[in-house]
């Protein structure tokens, strides 16, 4: 059985996958009304992919004989600024996300702890395709034709990797 608390604790971990899911979400409408059908997608794919993170949480809490409690998700930005923008601020997020799983980790028992190893993993495989991602916007410094190539390439690859997280 989990602990009040920690059952709490989870289900606030499930609420920001929930937003994160939406943040995405957001961002890939920003980049659809913005021209950059390939970043659009990569960002849906990230949405589906923080979905899925949300439900492994839902799913632990009721395996543990927990009580899942779905609070509001806030809303998320719609206006983001350009695409190394739309990047920084999604780093920022993921490295928000591993501070919170730490914290969570800190506060868990051991089967959590097991549990939660698996997204501690995951947040650095995040931050690192992330931070690649601002690195190369970086480089491409506002260029209309680099821009439209990384956006031919993140359209590609997502396509291909079937909605796997690599860049
Ligand atoms: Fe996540
Ligand atoms: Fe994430």
Do not use: C
Not at 66 to 90: D, H, K, M
Not at 133 to 148: E, K, T
């Amino acid at each position: 059985m989990l602990t009040p608390e920690l059952e709490q604790a989870l289900n606030d971990q499930l609420n920001r996958e929930s937003y994160s899911s939406y943040l995405y979400l957001s961002m890939a409408a920003h980049f659809d009304g913005a021209g950059f059908p390939g970043f659009a997608s990569w960002m849906r794919a990230q949405a589906d992919e923080e979905h899925v993170h949300a439900m492994k949480f839902f799913d632990f809490v009721n395996d543990r004989g927990g009580r899942v409690r779905l609070q509001a998700i806030a809303e998320p930005p719609a206006e983001f600024g350009t695409p190394l923008q739309v990047f920084e601020a999604s780093l920022e997020h993921e490295r928000f996300i591993t501070r919170s799983i730490e914290t969570l980790y800190e506060q868990a028992d051991r089967s959590t702890q097991a549990f939660l190893a698996w997204f501690l993993t995951e947040q650095v495989e995040e931050e690192k395709t992330v931070g690649e991602l601002v690195d190369a916007f970086r480089l491409a410094a506002g260029s209309g034709p680099a821009l439209l190539l990384l956006d031919r390439e993140l359209g590609a690859r997502r396509a291909a990797g079937g909605g796997e997280a690599e860049v």
